[in-house]
């Protein structure tokens, strides 16, 4: 069972970046799935999250209009399109596996996480 996030770089203030999230998970296309993210001293914050089809979504207010999760249930793989990046939104970012055929912000309801993909927005 592995969540293998990618994608993450270093980018401009107002550039863009586009993180993968590639799950070797059978019931993948069963479950909802999140992506988060912790900065140097904070704790792990909830940034989006979609149900198993992907027609209910929810986004943390600090990062609405500009990132855009989606999944690819045929590839077990869900993307995170962050534009308009702004130094703030410097952090490891994590996708994980909804215990639930929804995506929700609190961690608890998460039972599979990937290894982390740094984010670094330079002002």
């Known amino acids: 069972v592995q969540l293998q996030a990618s994608g993450g770089g270093l980018v401009q203030a107002g550039g863009s970046l586009r993180l993968s999230c590639a799950a070797s998970?059978?019931?993948?296309?069963?479950?909802?799935m999140g992506w988060f993210r912790q900065a140097p001293g904070k704790e792990r914050e909830f940034v989006a999250a979609?149900?198993?089809?992907?027609?209910?979504?929810i986004y943390a207010d600090s990062v609405k209009g500009r990132f855009t999760i989606s999944r690819d249930n045929t590839k077990n793989t869900v993307y995170l399109q962050m534009n308009s990046l702004k130094p703030e939104d410097t952090a490891v970012y994590y996708c994980?596996?909804?215990?639930?055929?929804?995506?929700?912000?609190?961690?608890?309801?998460?039972?599979?996480w990937g290894q982390g993909t740094q984010v670094t927005v330079s002002s």
């Open positions: 979609l149900s198993w089809r992907g027609d209910s979504i």
């Open positions: 998970l059978r019931t993948f296309s069963n479950n909802g």
């Open positions: 994980a596996r909804s215990r639930y055929p929804t995506g929700t912000p609190d961690t608890s309801n998460y039972n599979y």
